[in-house]
Nanobody, 125 residues
Framework: QVQLVESGGGLVQAGASLRLSCAAS????????MGWFRHAPGKDREFVAA????????YSADSVKGRFTISRDNAKNTVYLQMNSLKPEDTAVYYC??????????????????WGHGTQVTVSS
């Protein structure tokens, strides 16, 4: 079992920055691809960013490119999402996810095996 705990969400004004963290536990010594998704009211869950197990490869949605950066610190079993130049349309619950048993596309939510409970990000205009 893997437990994922997100933190770092909050209420900010447009143009501000936030850094989300996702701490993984339950499989010491293991590293695996991780992703961030978000879910806004009335919308489908949306891919935000993903990172390979060693951090060499990162992927991000067009809507956040140039503003959001995903990174990881395997020594701390933590993945980060640095969010700059936030916009009201970034408002959502942000979830981190781990791909352990599958090996499919990191853009696809169904390819992830474990999910955190989410952290709310609200951006006011």
């Amino acid at each position: 079992q893997v437990q994922l705990v997100e933190s770092g969400g909050g209420l900010v004004q447009a143009g501000a920055s936030l850094r989300l963290s996702c701490a993984a536990s339950g499989r010491p010594g293991s590293t695996f691809p991780m992703g961030w998704f978000r879910h806004a009211p009335g919308k489908d869950r949306e891919f935000v960013a993903a990172i390979s197990w060693n951090g060499d490869n990162t992927y991000s949605a067009d809507s956040v490119k140039g503003r959001f950066t995903i990174s990881r610190d395997n020594a701390k079993n933590t993945v980060y999402l640095q969010m700059n130049s936030l916009k009201p349309e970034d408002t959502a619950v942000y979830y981190c996810a781990a791909q352990i048993c599958n090996s499919g596309s990191l853009y696809d939510a169904v390819m992830y095996d474990y999910w955190g409970h989410g952290t709310q990000v609200t951006v006011s205009s």
